[in-house]
């Protein structure tokens, strides 16, 4: 895409993100770690938020509309690989509806992301944490979306060690961030936990930074996929001599033949049962 990896696109996504809150955190250190009005008597650690309704709020726009505007074309880019076969191809429209469904939910929590820090937690509180409940449940849902793809995906191409791999760290993902957001949740309701919530929604954002960074290994086989395309399903059971598909669901081909990663076929390569069982 235009000279550029589609790796690259992730990784960028999560240094800009990272970049903002650096940025906001040291300034407020440097600041002195002043206690700004909208936080709770006696709390000392401010809310992202709270720095982000300061000076610093255009960082804090601009960092947040960078990062997930170039994160939701991470989920674009890959829908249109697996179409063109850069990436393993969706063996069903179920797979196909999930990938579409994890687009759909990551604009939606991209929106709650940009809502958020336009609409500050001094001027527009209740706005701003309909925002952020948006943002968080939008990027969750798209994990599990995404998670269930990359499960059918490595049940049909178990050959493929990074699907696998890749569900993990999704899954992972989708039940450390539900576990961080609920204590945050508890947490913040209670005045003297405050400091406590703070910490958890630093937490939260560090986690989402390595969500975010995570897809680049997702794109690695797309890199190899220049010249040579992943099979179709109908092209996998036709090299196959017509003996249909695996037990797991879908064919299957030699790890000699893909070295154990995702990694499309050559012309020439030959296939046999998969071990993989």
């Known amino acids: 895409m235009f000279g550029i990896s589609y790796w690259i696109l992730p990784l960028f996504a999560a240094c800009c993100w990272l970049g903002t809150l650096l940025g906001m955190l040291g300034s407020w250190i440097a600041d002195g770690s002043p206690r700004y009005v909208s936080m709770e008597p006696g709390q000392k650690i401010a809310y992202i938020s709270d720095i982000g309704a300061q000076h610093l709020q255009p960082l804090f726009i601009a960092g947040s509309a960078v990062t997930v505007v170039v994160f939701d074309l ?28 994890a687009v759909l939910f990551a604009l939606a929590g991209a929106a709650g992301l940009i809502v958020l820090t336009i609409l500050d937690t001094v001027n527009h509180p209740t706005a701003h944490d309909i925002g952020l409940g948006i943002f968080i449940i939008g990027y969750v849902i798209s994990a599990i979306f995404a998670c269930a793809e990359y499960q059918r995906l490595g049940i049909h191409f178990r050959q493929y060690r990074i699907l696998r791999a890749s569900f993990w760290i999704k899954l992972t993902f ?104």
């Open 74 to 101: 991470v989920f674009i880019s890959e829908r249109w690989l697996r179409h063109k076969g850069r990436l393993a191809h969706n063996t069903s429209n179920v797979q196909k509806g999930l990938s579409i469904g």
């Open 174 to 277: 989708i039940f450390v961030e539900i576990a961080l957001a609920i204590a945050f949740v508890v947490l913040g309701r209670h005045n003297s936990q405050r400091d406590s919530a703070a910490i958890l929604e630093w937490i939260i954002s560090l986690v989402y930074i390595i969500y975010v960074g995570h897809y680049a290994m997702d794109f690695f086989p797309a890199v190899h996929s220049k010249d040579h395309r992943f099979p179709t399903v109908e092209e996998m059971i036709e090299t196959q001599g017509g003996n249909g598909p695996s037990y797991s669901g879908g064919p299957t081909f030699s790890e000699s033949a893909s070295y154990a990663s995702e990694n499309p076929m050559r012309n020439g390569q030959t296939v046999e049962p998969s071990r993989n069982f």
